[in-house]
T-cell receptor, first 113, second 111 residues
Framework: DGGITQSPKYLFRKEGQNVTLSCEQNLNHDAMYWYRQDPGQGLRLIYY???????QKGDIAEGYSVSREKKESFPLTVTSAQKNPTAFYLC????????????FGQGTRLTVV | QKEVEQDPGPLSVPEGAIVSLNCTYS??????FMWYRQYSRKGPELLMY????GNKEDGRFTAQVDKSSKYISLFIRDSQPSDSATYLCAMSAGNTGKLIFGQGTTLQVKP
């Protein structure tokens, strides 16, 4: 089955810890994206990557980091510098920059305890 | 002012009703317009994709884009309880790598 897989589905983090969210796709898409969703605010772009070994900051990149060492994988690290990390995180991919259909994973819900 | 504005609702309608969901935007460079449907605690799935102005129909769903008014709409005919979800509009200026989303409208279709 082709698609995007995010793991874990639920993640709990203690304050001051870094955590990494996984995103893998087998759609052979060049572009991958991370969004954050909070109630009543839609989706906000954290980072995006249009090609392997290259990525750009989105609108809310502070406190997050990413890597794109493989075409299939785009992990997101939520660092201790992110002051309000509790949210629903969504990974997406598309064939090119976002003027074409973007496919989303099922999301990771991160909670700081 | 946000680049994309969407009434968050919630919107509650009886089964069989025609539903109209709307978004306004401020960036005249937007050319690609999409509607996503998101069920609770799931990732969004693409419903409709349109380029520039005009209408596009797919089954019970019709998407309209009016670039002169910076206004897009999604119409759902013969709404079903299974249509109950959050609907997100999204738009892009093209090869910029950024897809801007509205806040999402929560729709409930009552049997």
């Amino acid at each position: 089955d082709g698609g995007i897989t995010q793991s874990p589905k639920y993640l709990f983090r203690k304050e001051g810890q870094n955590v990494t969210l996984s995103c893998e796709q087998n759609l052979n898409h060049d572009a991958m994206y991370w969004y954050r969703q909070d109630p009543g605010q839609g989706l906000r772009l954290i980072y995006y990557s249009q090609i392997v070994n290259d990525f750009q900051k989105g609108d809310i990149a502070e406190g997050y980091s990413v890597s794109r060492e493989k075409k299939e994988s785009f992990p997101l690290t939520v660092t201790s510098a992110q002051k309000n990390p509790t949210a629903f995180y969504l990974c997406a991919s598309s064939t090119a920059a976002l003027n074409t259909e973007a496919f989303f994973g099922q999301g990771t819900r991160l909670t700081v305890v | 002012q946000k680049e994309v504005e969407q009434d968050p609702g919630p919107l509650s309608v009886p089964e069989g009703a025609i539903v109209s969901l709307n978004c306004t935007y401020s960036n005249s460079a937007f050319q690609y317009f999409m509607w996503y449907r998101q069920y609770s605690r799931k990732g969004p799935e693409l419903l409709m994709y349109t380029y520039s102005s005009g209408n596009k129909e797919d089954g019970r769903f019709t998407a309209q884009v009016d670039k002169s008014s910076k206004y897009i709409s999604l119409f759902i005919r013969d709404s079903q309880p299974s249509d109950s979800a959050t609907y997100l509009c999204a738009m892009s200026a093209g090869n910029t790598g950024k897809l801007i989303f509205g806040q999402g409208t929560t729709l409930q279709v009552k049997p």
